[in-house]
């Protein structure tokens, strides 16, 4: 068992899950608003980093314990299941991201291009750079290639039924294909088959229980993420 990293990465999955409610918080709003620029109950947040890190005074927005032993959890499980590979790193750095993204989006249905573009291009560039150092076990070019392939797969469902799958999901789509394309083909295809079987099992649990009805739009992005997870975990 990988103890030192399993052990470095839940503390920094702590630390992390800590201060995303309030980044939570403030995205969590429709297309057209603004992000918010204090708290629910009345208290301005600070100018600059420090106003989209920390705590929230709410009892809806400051489980800060929920998001830090979530963030824990996942970045000691990809700790436990890859050891000291340079692609940890890169994926350690996600899990915060796709924790928030996940919440924002069972929010309000959106995933912020505040979030998603720079996901897309931050994880190209640490996986060319994780691709350089001794001891990975992935390929950059096919990760590329597999953000490429799912980004036009979602973009097509997209222009098929728009009201089906959000435009928010095709720009997750690249990091979810980055992620799962660096460690194969097969791994690319186990993780977005385990998205649509969690989003369409989901789907069908909500309209047996009478909590949604046909039409009924759902966020996809945490099934999409959830799938990401899965086919890294997985891994032959």
Known sequence: MHV??????????TAAGLVLPRAA?????GPEEAWRIGGPE????????????GPVRSTQWA???????????????????????????????LVPLAVLLARVDLAVLRLPDVLTLPAAAGTAALLGAAALAPGHAGSWPRALLGGLALGLLYLVLHLVNPGGMGFGDVKLAPTAGLVLGWYGWDTLLAG???AFLLGAVTGLALLAARRAERGT?????????????????LLP
């Open 4 to 13: 030192y990293p399993i052990a470095v990465a839940a503390v920094w999955g």
């Open 25 to 29: 918080h403030r995205l969590a709003v």
């Open 42 to 53: 009345g208290e301005p947040y600070p100018a600059g980093v420090p106003g989209w890190l």
């Open 63 to 93: 489980a800060g314990r929920w998001y830090a032993l979530l963030t824990a959890a996942l970045c000691a499980a990809l700790a436990g299941r890859l050891g000291a590979r340079p692609e940890l790193a890169v994926w350690l750095l």
């Open 192 to 194: 977005t088959f385990t």
């Open 217 to 233: 739009p759902l966020p996809f992005g945490p099934f999409m993420l959830a799938g990401a997870l899965a086919g890294v975990l």
